[in-house]
């Protein structure tokens, strides 16, 4: 043979190959692209449609737009524009993917101005040989007058993130902006060090989800002509685990400090606070035939409120069988006054579960048990806020003086009362410096501190203001109007008739 074609051979052969390579990529990109979209498409929760605008696939670099529109409102969309290298780089892998998300009206004209018509946000992904996938993303800081009040200055730190993507459908995100504040004119306010974490995977259908994600705020300020919050360490959490034929479901949100204002008014503060809540021993079958269920309707154009309904009431009928599980983990938080705190748990029996419609089997099916732990200061001072309103319009109609020291007292007067009432018909247990209410359902009957509640609750009589009329006395303290002899509702207090004298 030839030398120059036993050369040249091999060449064309690998130099066809070589063309060939930027073809095959792209069109597996493609079709990637298309199945996804295909598959968003069909979601029934999500709250978007989701559509392919266009796809331009070239040998060396392609171009594709994906639009996401509000279902509720369609005037209302985003584009995300996608612009594919398709030529294979040894040091980063098979394609290099830039996208870029295009807003449209009022939202791309505002990005428009503070960005000065660069990206607000660009997403820089590299799929390697292996699979895997690292995206950046980027929005690029700027400090700007308000574009709607101008002695406002806006201010914004950027963004930066990392999504890893393996080849296991493993994901991974990292995101932090620094900060976001709007100082000057009429209001004042902003964020600083914003981060979200989450990682997620999946074996099979969408049921087998699992993972968890974490939002969290170092701080949260507003302030006002009229009024003021602050809010610091908050978070928010939430995760999906998957044991067998169940998954779990858990919430979490939690703010370290806090305080509000309004003009005229003293601080509220608080700190500490804390909502943890978990759905255990959830059906993946009685999700997944949901899912399915909702994607088909929408298929076959049958979105009728009925058909909704119907798969609802399916989809609490398969979780009810599968002996689902509540707790409220934590609920709490601690004021100047004192704390409260909470926990309970309630549990579904769905064995042998065949008519899912209200009625004695189905409470009777229901267990529940939590209690509620509070610093008697701090119901003390909540009554006393709460009665304090009824108190000095009761005062003004019986013609007696409000000064501070009578609607101090007279407050007092009347929580302890109410305080009284609640701990002698058994709502209230007093535990040390707490109140403690413990509650209890089985076999369909709700028991308070160990008492039937119908037995706890027919026997409550309210604390009251007094019945008789206070008198116009010529000391200008009025402390006759303070005697609380009896114990009526403050409706039925009315204003006093003429006095004979």
Avoid: C
């Amino acid at each position: 043979m030839n030398k120059a074609v036993f050369i040249a051979v091999p060449v064309v052969v690998l130099g066809a190959a070589a063309a060939a390579i930027p073809w095959y990529a792209g069109n597996q990109y493609e079709r990637a692209v298309r199945a996804e979209v295909s598959e968003m498409s069909r979601l029934p929760q999500l709250p978007l449609n989701v559509t392919l605008v266009r796809y331009s696939r070239g040998w060396l670099s392609s171009e594709a737009v994906v639009r996401f529109t509000l279902k509720a409102q369609p005037n209302l969309f985003l584009d995300l524009r996608q612009q594919v290298s398709q030529w294979p780089d040894p040091n980063a892998g098979w394609l290099r993917v830039r996208s870029l998300p295009e807003w449209s009206g009022p939202v791309k004209a505002a990005f428009d101005y503070y960005f000065d018509g660069k990206p607000a946000l660009s997403f820089d992904s590299v799929i390697g040989f292996d699979g895997r996938a690292k995206t950046t993303l980027t929005s690029p800081a700027f400090k700007k007058p308000s574009q709607y009040d101008p002695a406002a200055m806006v201010s914004w730190g950027g963004l930066q993130g990392t999504l890893l993507e393996g080849a296991d459908r493993q994901w991974t995100i990292h995101a932090a902006a620094p900060h976001l504040q709007v100082e000057g004119g009429e209001a004042a306010g902003g964020m600083k060090a914003l981060t979200f974490d989450t990682k997620w995977g999946a074996d099979a259908a969408t049921a087998d989800w699992q993972g968890e994600a974490k939002l969290a705020l170092a701080e949260l300020h507003f302030s006002g002509a009229h009024e003021r919050l602050e809010l610091k360490d908050m978070s928010w959490a939430t995760f999906q685990r998957s044991s067998g034929e169940n998954v779990s479901l858990g919430y979490a949100l939690r703010v370290g400090q806090g305080s509000s204002a309004k003009a005229g008014e003293t601080t509220d503060s608080f700190s500490n606070a804390v909502l943890e809540l978990e759905f255990d021993q959830i059906s993946k079958k009685a999700l997944t035939k949901y899912i399915e269920g909702m994607r088909s309707a929408q298929q076959v154009g049958s979105t009728q409120d009925h058909l909704a309904a119907d798969k609802m009431l399916d989809l609490f009928a398969e979780l009810l069988r599968g002996s689902p599980v509540v707790r409220l983990k934590q609920l709490g938080v601690e004021t100047p006054s004192g704390a409260v705190s909470a926990q309970a748990t309630i549990t579904f029996d769905g064995s042998n579960l065949t008519d899912v419609h209200l009625s004695p089997d189905l409470l009777g099916r229901l267990q529940g048990k939590g209690h509620v732990d509070i610093a008697s200061s701090l119901l003390r001072s909540q009554l006393q806020r709460k009665t304090r309103p009824q108190v000095e319009v009761a005062l003004q109609q019986q013609g007696a003086q409000r000064n501070e020291e009578n609607v101090r007292a007279l407050s007092e007067k009347l929580t302890e009362a109410q305080l009284k009432s609640l701990t002698d018909n058994g709502i209230l247990r007093l535990n040390g410096t707490n109140f403690t209410l413990e509650a209890e359902l089985a076999g369909g009957q709700v028991l308070l501190n160990g008492q039937p509640a119908s037995q706890v609750f027919g026997e409550l009589i309210g604390p009251a203001l007094p019945r008789e009329q206070p008198t116009r006395a010529s000391r200008p303290d009025h402390r006759a109007a303070l005697e609380v002899p009896g114990a009526l509702s403050l409706a039925q207090v009315r204003p006093p008739a003429p006095a004979v004298r």
